[in-house]
């Protein structure tokens, strides 16, 4: 933590060295979470280089208030996944799945990773809203029931108690599909 706030500190003061570090610190999660949010990979890489432009264009005004600087990290890519939602959800769009995609890979193996993607897609658009950010915070974000907290504003057996239930609740659903 206190290897943080330094790195932020330093950030703050326009030191490339501690920008670089915060973003590779942090690009896996953040890329992660958004990916699981939005479904599509491509769109994820970008939005989560945005999260970035925008952290460090307002990085100066960050204040350490008890709070890890990942979690508002995570509280710019919720803003931005919410707009992202909003926006798709008002205009007509084509799934880029469709369109093979260039590359070396294993075309049976990236197949199988799709298929569990969009069925754990499918999957947790049926649990509430809170549990599915409760589910991409810890899982695809990695961060601690503590910090999971901190960024929904619940308490850390609320989110206990979320996780749990999401986690019964997605067996359930996968079991029966």
């Known amino acids: 933590m206190q290897d943080e706030e330094s790195l932020v500190r330093r950030a703050q003061e326009q030191d490339q060295a501690a920008l670089t570090g915060i973003y590779e610190a942090n690009f896996d999660r953040i890329y992660r979470y958004i990916a699981l949010k939005i479904g599509d990979r491509t769109e994820a890489e970008d939005m989560t280089q945005q999260v970035f432009l925008s952290a460090f264009k307002?990085?100066?005004?960050?204040?350490?208030?008890?709070t890890p600087f990942s979690a508002w990290l995570f509280r710019i890519?919720?803003?931005q996944v919410v707009d992202y939602l909003r926006k798709k959800s008002k205009r007509a769009t084509v799934p880029l799945e469709k369109v093979p995609e260039r590359g070396g890979g294993d075309p049976r193996l990236e197949v199988e990773q799709s298929l569990t993607m969009e069925e754990l897609a499918s999957a947790t658009s049926k649990l509430t809203p809170a549990q599915r950010e409760v589910l991409s915070l810890r899982f695809a974000g990695g961060l601690s029931v503590a910090q999971v907290a901190k960024v929904m504003g619940k308490s850390e057996g609320a989110i206990k108690a979320l996780q749990h239930s999401a986690i019964v609740s997605l067996r359930k659903i996968l079991a029966a599909g």
């Open 58 to 66: 307002s990085i100066s005004s960050y204040k350490h208030r008890g």
């Open 77 to 79: 890519a919720h803003n």
